[in-house]
T-cell receptor, first 114, second 106 residues
Framework: KAGVTQTPRYLIKTRGQQVTLSCSPI?????VSWYQQTPGQGLQFLFE???????NKGNFPGRFSGRQFSNSRSEMNVSTLELGDSALYLC?????????????FGPGTRLLVL | QKEVEQNSGPLSVPEGAIASLNCTYS??????FFWYRQYSGKSPELIMF????GDKEDGRFTAQLNKASQYVSLLIRDSQPSDSATYLC??????FGTGTRLKVLA
């Protein structure tokens, strides 16, 4: 079974631009979560989607948004990029959003904002 | 105070020793806990999860949960250089500690 895939793997943007990242979950998984990982803050939860609905949201500004499509693929968008948005963005998929469900992480998209 | 706290390390142990990684959490309502391993430049991979008080063993790994003390630990027996990585503790799937870097010295 193929794992979680994320595109693109690397991205360089400048301040003020916007970016869209894509995540394809493991086949059959309907829950997708997004995380931001930085050396200082560690892995921080952005949001989770299940059956095209946002179920949970972390403590990030409204510049960060996401959506999920009927085939469970998900995208996240960051508008008006800031230098501090430079990070590794990880998505994780699970069968359902249950508290005890195992998440499987994708390889991540490394975003550099100049 | 972060909801999940870990010592950033590095924790250095000799090959063959037991590595003990610790994690404390602040939300008494947390019921599920996960340990992930993350190699440098890679994404996290699940090692173990634990929901009940006590110990849970899987091969060389043992997770321990003490809800009264709000404490979770991961023991790695017979540590190998390939175990050198950052270990992330997570509560309720979404809340991660900043990780402890483990170095196993050959």
């Amino acid at each position: 079974k193929a794992g979680v895939t994320q595109t693109p793997r690397y991205l360089i943007k400048t301040r003020g631009q916007q970016v869209t990242l894509s995540c394809s979950p493991i086949s059959g998984h309907r829950s997708v979560s997004w995380y931001q990982q930085t050396p200082g803050q560690g892995l921080q939860f952005l949001f989770e989607y299940f059956s095209e609905t946002q179920r949970n949201k972390g403590n990030f500004p409204g510049r960060f948004s996401g959506r999920q499509f009927s085939n469970s693929r998900s995208e996240m968008n960051v508008s008006t990029l800031e230098l501090g948005d430079s990070a590794l963005y990880l998505c994780a998929s699970s069968s359902t959003p249950g508290a005890q469900e195992t998440q499987y992480f994708g390889p991540g998209t490394r975003l550099l904002v100049l | 105070q972060k909801e999940v706290e870990q010592n950033s390390g590095p924790l250095s142990v000799p090959e063959g020793a037991i590595a003990s990684l610790n994690c404390t959490y602040s939300d008494r309502g947390s019921q599920s806990f996960f340990w992930y391993r993350q190699y440098s430049g890679k994404s996290p991979e699940l090692i173990m999860f634990i929901y009940s008080n006590g110990d849970k063993e899987d091969g060389r790994f043992t997770a321990q949960l003490n809800k009264a003390s709000q404490y979770v630990s991961l023991l790695i027996r017979d540590s190998q250089p390939s175990d050198s990585a950052t270990y992330l503790c997570a509560s309720r799937r979404y809340i991660f500690g900043t990780g402890t870097r483990l170095k196993v010295l050959a």
